[in-house]
């Protein structure tokens, strides 16, 4: 089985575990690619959790859950240093924590205190993490999947801009149609009733010879330009139009314009292109820009979305000829 064929199986399988939510599975698999982390934002019971477990289940992998609660303290994630007494001596011994696995599903990231999220700003950009002084591998195979709920904020502490720059893409998840969700109540009472059969695993190395094959995805000056361009709109809005320009207090660090790169990339290799089009950059921004983008209060008060002023963006920044 070629890489693609199986990348297309585990698309497959996931879409079937999770009916209606052909869209989420979609970004979830172009960030397995691109090799980075996901931020899922859905009411309660959109099955978030539902379409992360589904891809541990078809990848081999240590699926690692954290349920994220006020009460949580760094070393119930990142692991700490144990003291353990053998044969009279003393010593310490590294106790790896929940982080430590390859596919992590950070459920409710945003209930966390500040000091557990900003322990995981080592874990997800460098793919380590430092206790005791002491720096600690985590496995190659590494991505987090992590949730929040967009309306409930009592007891929640917002994500920092530092930290949501982490995330590669923002999803957002909705309720499925009708009939997706008829086929799904009745999928989940069948797995009720039945034994769930175990599937063979796709291996991480299809994973990793995947992430090769979309690393030679070909980006032309022109898209390599006008992605560019998208991201600074963002930063100097007021060149393009005014009306961006009272929108805008932030914009897209350079952070963001890697991750659109990897994104479209992995957009033109899941439909089987072998260099990247407008169609790819342009399906792919709102989940990258969506949470980098920093509106103002003017744009708030207008009742303004940050992905209304992403079709803004969209609209005013001149398309490459091609």
């Not at 997800?124 to 949730?147: C, N, R, S, W, Y």
């Not at 980006?219 to 991201?231: F, K, R």
Request: hydrophobic share 40%.
């Amino acid at each position: 089985m070629t890489a693609r064929e199986a990348i297309a199986s585990l698309q497959k399988k996931m879409n079937e575990a999770t009916i209606g939510q052909e869209k989420i599975v979609s970004k979830l698999i172009m960030g397995l690619l691109a090799d980075g982390n996901v931020l899922i934002e859905g009411l309660p019971g959109l099955a978030k959790t539902r379409v992360v477990h589904s891809m541990a289940d078809f990848v081999e992998s240590k699926f690692s859950r954290i349920q994220f609660t006020p009460d949580l303290k760094p070393s119930d994630v990142m692991g700490e240093e144990r003291i353990y007494h053998e044969d009279g001596k003393t010593e310490y011994k590294f106790h790896e924590g929940a982080i430590f696995g390859n596919i992590i599903l950070a459920d409710e990231v945003n209930r966390a205190p500040a000091k557990v999220q900003s322990a995981m700003l080592e874990a997800m950009e460098e793919k380590q993490v430092t206790v005791a002084g002491e720096t600690h591998k985590l496995p190659e195979l590494f991505i987090v999947m992590a949730t929040q709920n967009p309306i409930e904020q009592v007891g929640t502490y917002p994500l920092s801009e530092a930290q949501k720059d982490r995330f590669l893409m923002h999803v957002r998840i909705d309720y499925v149609d009708m009939a997706s969700e008829f086929k799904m109540v009745k999928l989940v009472l069948n797995e009720k009733r039945h034994k769930k059969e175990i599937e063979e695993k796709i291996p991480q190395s299809i994973i990793f010879a995947a992430r090769e094959e979309v690393a030679d995805i070909v980006v032309s000056d022109a898209m390599g330009h006008y992605m560019i361009e998208l991201v600074f709109a963002t930063r100097y809005p007021v060149r393009y139009s005014r009306q961006l320009g009272v929108m805008i207090d932030l914009g897209i660090s350079p952070r963001g314009s890697l991750a659109l790169s990897q994104c479209a990339k992995a957009h033109a290799w899941i439909r089987g292109k072998k260099e990247v089009d407008i169609e790819d950059i342009e399906s792919i921004i709102h989940d990258v820009f969506r949470h980098r983008l920093v509106i103002s209060e003017h744009a708030l008060t207008n009742n303004r979305t940050n992905d209304e002023i992403i079709d803004i963006i969209l609209a005013q920044v001149p398309k490459p000829k091609v």
